[in-house]
């Protein structure tokens, strides 16, 4: 079965530090790994995803993610964070071949200091 | 285009109350998907949709029914509100697998329900 963890639900950074925020997976099938945020009272955005191809993905607001198999793991990443960065992110992955149903994990707050 | 839309956004119920969660899109989506967010446990999806008259069963789909009479409606209705039933609930739309663009949902900005 699909599953996601991310590691700490609240990471705090200072503006202008780097950002990284953990995602480990497991999937059955070839995964399609995807970050959304969620700013304060808004739905979900999607930042970036990973579907085949180039395992570095850029998405937006400066953000990338590495899809690294031998380590199951997706972590997002941000040289130098902004204020505006401020939000909760989550990690999903595709349940399974073919079907639209996503698996999210349980969510990072992050928090950047002025 | 709207995107995907829902109402209300706040509602506060009693217990034994019921009422329905409305959500649309206008992006011709075929498939589409109602999730609760609860604290420190991410989504998790009630029930799901491929297209007018098909819907399943999600990971926590009791208490509440659904149906997809058009492409473009999905709501979700709470049959009898329980406290447990308190959450933020998100209604989320995608292309078909198969289409350029199916990889993404798009989510509405939610409905804060409590229920009393």
């Known amino acids: ?19 990284l925020l953990r995602c480990n997976y497991s999937s059955s099938v070839p995964p399609y790994l995807f970050w959304y945020v969620q700013y304060p009272n808004q739905g979900l955005q999607l930042l970036l995803k990973y579907t085949t191809g180039a395992t570095l993905v ?3 607001n400066g953000f990338e993610a ?49 | ?11 506060v119920l009693k217990t034994g109350q019921s009422m329905t969660l409305q959500c649309a899109q206008d992006m011709n989506h075929e498939y589409m998907s109602w999730y609760r967010q609860d604290p420190g446990m991410g989504l998790r999806l009630i029930h799901y949709s491929v297209g007018a008259g098909i819907t399943d069963q999600g990971e926590v789909p009791n208490g509440y029914n659904v149906s997809r009479s058009t492409t473009e409606d999905f709501p979700l209705r709470l049959l009898s509100a329980a406290p447990s039933q308190t959450s933020v609930y ?21 409905t804060r329900l409590t229920v009393l």
């Open chain 1, 1 to 19: 079965a699909q599953s996601v963890t991310q590691l700490g639900s609240h990471v705090s950074v200072s503006e202008g530090a780097l950002v």
């Open chain 1, 66 to 114: 590495e899809f690294k198999k031998s380590e199951t793991s997706f972590h997002l990443t941000k040289p130098s964070a902004h204020m505006s960065d401020a939000a909760e992110y989550f990690c999903a992955v595709r349940k399974f071949q073919g079907a639209q149903k996503l698996v999210f994990g349980q969510g990072t707050r992050l928090t950047i200091n002025p």
């Open chain 2, 1 to 11: 285009n709207a995107g995907v839309t829902q109402t209300p956004k706040f509602q």
């Open chain 2, 90 to 110: 998100f209604c989320a739309s995608s292309y078909a697998p198969g289409r350029s663009s199916y990889n993404e949902q798009f989510f509405g900005p939610g």
């Open chain 1, 58 to 60: 850029k998405g937006i």
